[in-house]
């Protein structure tokens, strides 16, 4: 733009239909551009002029170009490192250097209907749009990412910290909220930089990657179920005693005449009370329950990979532990991020810049990790990704059918156990200067391409279909990927959507989820409860069962008493013969105890008192009876 070429650190795109796409993209030079995609033109029929023209074009648009420039959009001051799109389409989130965040949204008179999103193929000018810049109190901010409800986002930033924002303003299904966001949490989970972050689809989880060389999963607080109060059996007995009373005073029907019939009936006045506090107590039912407050606590740390046990020929040698290895890759590596995603179904979580090392003596190679959802003790696959690591992973947000054949092995669906609807999931990894394709049904990529670009890659995004593949690059460019119908397979979507399929490329909004793999069990809720909590021991010890198992809150410490020498002792000897010889120490049972007799103290012949222990006997409760 204008003969500029800085880098490129990240993009996102809005789909608006079949013909009209929005591509946001921002880097070195503080400005957020703002582009018009149109991925069924052909590349082909194009002109040099064509495309010049698509690139000059500033607040209009170019039919015979795929791409053509909207706007620049100039609030930061330094470089943007992350840009994403919401969910809901209503609000572009740029972060960078600074700790600054900008949210440049649709503005409340242009969201009626539920169709505010398309305000984005309508906008000329800067001021089209609401912009609200928000101080974080952090330094720069490497990556950010949107909760699936639109009403919060997550920021990684330079200093270690994870900041997650909330929208404490109403929301309305129709228009959205107005954007009265609020810091929620902030949270030192790292001991270095955070270079990616991601939240759930389902919002139980986030994971967080830094340079610290970990990856940090975080679990979402259960909300807190509030006991139904119960009333108190007195106030029971007495609001039916005073039922019974006011019911029998309550005047008949045969003692009213026609002459005052108006004092007996009641009055309107008394029938409107009636009403509105029964309507009141419907609304009351009617309201749905509050949200619980949104919290997120430290799950797993990944950090460290075991080696596989050796085969050992002395079946009786004793186990040591087994060596460790760093799973990924430390500071040095050349980029900035290390954005780490889910797959569209919540089943996976993808994390870039992995080091494998299947034993201690073997050279260590690059990876990408997968892991089963609620399973983060070891990895579920590993896929090498050549000489250099990847940098991010860029899920595919749409479902595809499986093939005919079962999957092959060694794959992410064969190591988990079979759904009622089964499905494919794609994504795509990323490395400085490789793009591979994968899905969860083959073990090797789909699709590979390398040398795009004169610079390394720095971010990518799918389209809305899953047909359109874009990337980024420290080069300044942005290279667009379109997949054939049914190249990467066949895409899952609604009886409603499939009328509207024809033979060429066509929109089709995103389907509803499929389950998940692995599936939740049946009535159990998407947010895991809290963990059990040990049983506490007299004597400081754990037990692992629950509490209530077995022996109740805790076994009881037995105090047994000590035997004292008093100092008036009978037994002859003088203050300086006692003081030098040892006074003993003796313990007596309970049972001894009782026998010597006496409450507090035993008078022994030896000149020994027994301190004695007493336990107070519990008051009994006398419960009074009524007298005629």
Known sequence: QDGKNAPLFSLSILSLGANLQILATAGNDSTVHLWRVNPKVEMSNLTAADVAKGMATNGGSASNSPVSHILSLQKHSGCVNSIKFSPDGLTLLTAGDRGAVVLWSVPMTKRGGGNGKY??????????????????????????????CSRRFMLGSLDHKVMTFEDASPYNPSYGSSGDWKPLQSLSTHTHYVQG???????????????????????RRPPRILKPK??????????????????????????????????????NDAENVSSNNTAEESKVQDAPPPEPKFELLKSKVMKMRAFPDPATSEPNTVPTKPARHNMYVDETMKSFFRRLAWTPDGAFLITPAGIYQETESADPKFCTYVYARHEWEKPLAILLDG?????????????????????????????????????????????????????????????????????????GTWSADGQSLLVSSSDGYVSLMNFEVGELGVRMVREEDKAQEGSGRVFVPPST??????????????????????????????????????????????????????????????????????????????????????????????????????????????TPEAVE
């Open 230 to 267: 119960k009333e108190p059996a007195k106030k029971a007995a007495l609001s039916e005693s005073t039922k019974d009373n006011t019911s029998n005073n309550a005047p008949t029907s045969s003692t009213t005449t026609q002459g005052n019939s108006s004092e007996n009936v009641p009055s």
């Open 119 to 148: 305000w984005w193929g309508e906008v000329k000018t800067e001021s089209d749009l609401t912009c609200k810049v928000i101080r974080t109190q952090c330094e720069d901010i490497f990556d950010a990412n949107w909760t699936p």
């Open 387 to 459: 000489e250099v690591p990847s940098i991010a992973v860029v899920p595919n947000p749409s479902f595809f059918e499986p093939p005919p054949t079962p999957p092959e092995a060694g794959s992410l669906a064969a190591a988990m156990p079979p759904t009622e609807k089964p499905h494919r999931c794609v994504f795509a990894v990323l490395t400085r200067s490789t793009i591979y394709v994968y899905d969860t049904y083959h073990k090797k990529p789909l699709f590979v391409s390398k040398n795009l670009h004169y610079a390394g890659l720095t971010d």
């Open 513 to 622: 989820a499929p389950p998940i793999i692995p599936p939740l069990q049946k009535n159990e809720a998407a947010v895991e409860g809290r963990p059990e909590k040990r049983m506490k021991l007299g004597d400081g010890a754990e037990a692992q069962g629950k509490v209530g198992e077995g022996q109740g809150k805790g076994a009881k410490r037995r105090i047994a008493p000590t035997v004292v020498r008093s100092v008036g002792g009978t037994d002859g000897q003088s203050s300086s013969e006692r003081a030098e010889t040892p006074i003993p120490v003796e313990t007596l049972s309970l049972k001894q105890q009782g026998n010597e007799g006496g409450e507090n103290a035993n008078p022994t012949g030896d000149g020994v008192n027994v301190l004695m222990a007493v336990k107070k006997k519990k008051k009994k409760r006398i």
């Open 197 to 219: 972050v991601s939240f759930d689809p389902l919002g139980s989880y986030a994971a967080t990657q830094g340079s610290d060389r970990s990856v940090v999963v975080l679990q």
